[in-house]
């Protein structure tokens, strides 16, 4: 396939330039748009007789590059960090709340059930019950769809979705024969089988397992796989650096300018306040190409600055039917209309999710590329962004792969990702979701669009896509 791609898309790149121009014209698009502050008029996605399901509020803590401020925490702390932020943002009685579910990826074993115990350190009640998803970076859009389900079949109607991902401490295990020769040490019953036992291990045994960003079913690292969907698509280095460069810039001016207003401060204990997030770190084309390849070496394009970084941070968002958000007062910030999930092959469309999943969600809601106002995409690899982009302006990749009949059409970029990404902001795996829809539902109000789109791929070659609605004004 990838030859094959490689051939076919070549005369169809995405012009390197709007990166760079992007950067500086992005944010006044956004200051001319507030301008206008009334909402397109258009459809609206309501339909009879199908009950209306609202983002009321969302929040997170500030992510922050795994190692730094939070690193003598668990994954718990954060997540009740972002519950209890959610419970002072809309100081929504705590016994109102009928469900909790958060995401995860890489989980620690002593709260497995992170959402039960983010829950009950948040000061919960003991009687609502909360579970965890996992469905590695789209898991917090599960968590929030699940929710969403809850709402639309009536057994709840006030729901608090999240995500958590803490990489400054993951589960680092035994290697296998060692683990085996400790569970039979714990069987043991005498001395002589116990001493038989020590004596059995190797000092190969004492190697730990570190746990790695790769596919189970092929054994390739993300990043490496990214490299090769980059190659695959004809996306060159400097395209990557440049949208790489575009992301921290433009995340940059969104945090001077005060508009991630979903990040809330944060106490850690035994240390400062944090206010912020502390990976957006706008550098120069000059400084980004000295970087070596980070995967394929030595000819491979995907680097440390093109490509996210380890990430500790939690997200919480409190999703209500329309009906009971309006009865205790709330003023809705957006409708979650349609969803849609996507899964393809996990080997050479791994990060092909939002190319997949936009038509399909689109189609669903009746609506087109044009009558989308703002796109958030999840920015894995910008080498992933990229390729995706070519993908999707690609009749041949439509036909080929997506048996469609034409192409599915590129995002605007003066529409796209205009306050950083993942790249610039950061991404826990399991809490990057909450932080994309509520971005969409944050600029839906500043620019006075009706419809975004969240699009995001994930591991195992999956993906998710959400059409969301502006609420009037």
Excluded at 63 to 84: I, N
Excluded at 148 to 158: E, F, K, N, T, Y
Excluded at 328 to 356: C, E, H, I, N, W
Excluded at 394 to 421: E, H
């Amino acid at each position: 396939m990838a030859s094959m791609l490689l051939n076919s898309l070549r005369n169809c790149p995405v012009c390197p330039a709007w990166a760079v121009q992007s950067a500086a014209r992005s944010l006044s698009t956004t200051v001319q748009l507030q301008a206008q502050v009334q909402t397109k008029s258009k459809k609206t996605l309501a339909r009879p007789n199908v009950k209306n399901i609202v983002l009321v509020e969302g929040v997170r803590t500030p992510f922050l590059l795994s190692g730094t401020t939070y690193s003598d925490l668990m994954p718990h702390d954060l997540a009740r960090a972002a519950l209890q932020g959610l419970l002072h943002r809309t100081a929504i009685p705590k016994d109102v709340v009928d469900y909790i579910i958060y995401g995860t990826v890489i989980q620690e074993v002593k709260t497995s059930n992170v959402a039960r115990e983010a829950a009950l350190g948040a000061g919960f009640s003991d009687k609502i019950p909360s579970h965890t998803v996992t469905m590695a970076c789209i898991s917090s859009n599960q968590a929030m769809t699940s929710a969403v389900g809850l709402i639309a079949a009536g057994q709840c109607d006030a729901v608090v979705a999240g995500g958590v991902e803490f990489m400054s401490d993951v589960p680092i295990r035994h290697s296998r024969k060692m683990r085996k020769t400790m569970l039979s040490l714990n069987k043991a019953k005498t001395l002589g089988q116990r001493l038989s036992l020590l004596g059995s291990i190797r000092l190969a045994h004492l190697s730990p397992e570190l746990p790695a960003v790769a596919e189970f079913s092929t054994s390739e690292t993300m990043g490496h796989s990214a490299d090769r969907l980059a190659a695959a698509f004809g996306v060159s280095r400097v395209e990557q650096d440049e949208f790489a460069l575009r992301s921290h810039s433009l995340a940059k001016k969104a945090q001077d300018a005060g508009l991630l207003q979903d990040v809330i401060s944060f106490k850690v204990p035994g240390r400062d306040i944090v206010s912020q997030d502390n990976g957006i770190r706008p550098s120069s084309m000059e400084q980004m190409a000295k970087l070596k390849p980070a995967f394929i070496k030595p000819h491979g394009t995907v680097t440390a600055a093109n490509s996210s970084f380890l990430t500790d941070g939690a997200s919480a968002v409190l999703i209500m039917s329309e009906e009971k958000a309006l009865a205790m007062g709330y003023k809705p910030k957006a409708y979650l209309r349609d969803f849609v999930y996507v899964s393809q092959d996990p080997k050479d469309q791994l990060l092909l999710g939002p190319t997949y999943g936009t038509p399909k969600v689109l189609e669903r809601a009746g609506l087109t590329m044009s009558d989308i106002d703002v796109f958030e995409f999840h920015e894995a690899f910008a080498g992933q962004i990229m390729a995706n982009l070519k993908a999707m302006d690609s009749d041949w990749f439509a036909q080929t792969y997506m048996g469609r009949k034409s192409k599915v059409g590129t995002p605007p970029m003066d529409k796209f990702n205009l306050w950083g990404g993942s790249l610039s902001l950061g991404h826990p795996f399991g809490a990057t979701g909450c932080r994309l829809v509520t971005t969409v539902a944050h600029r839906l109000q500043k620019e006075g669009g009706q419809y975004g789109l969240v699009a995001a791929c994930a591991a195992g070659g999956q993906g998710h896509a959400m059409v969301i609605e502006a609420y009037p004004k």
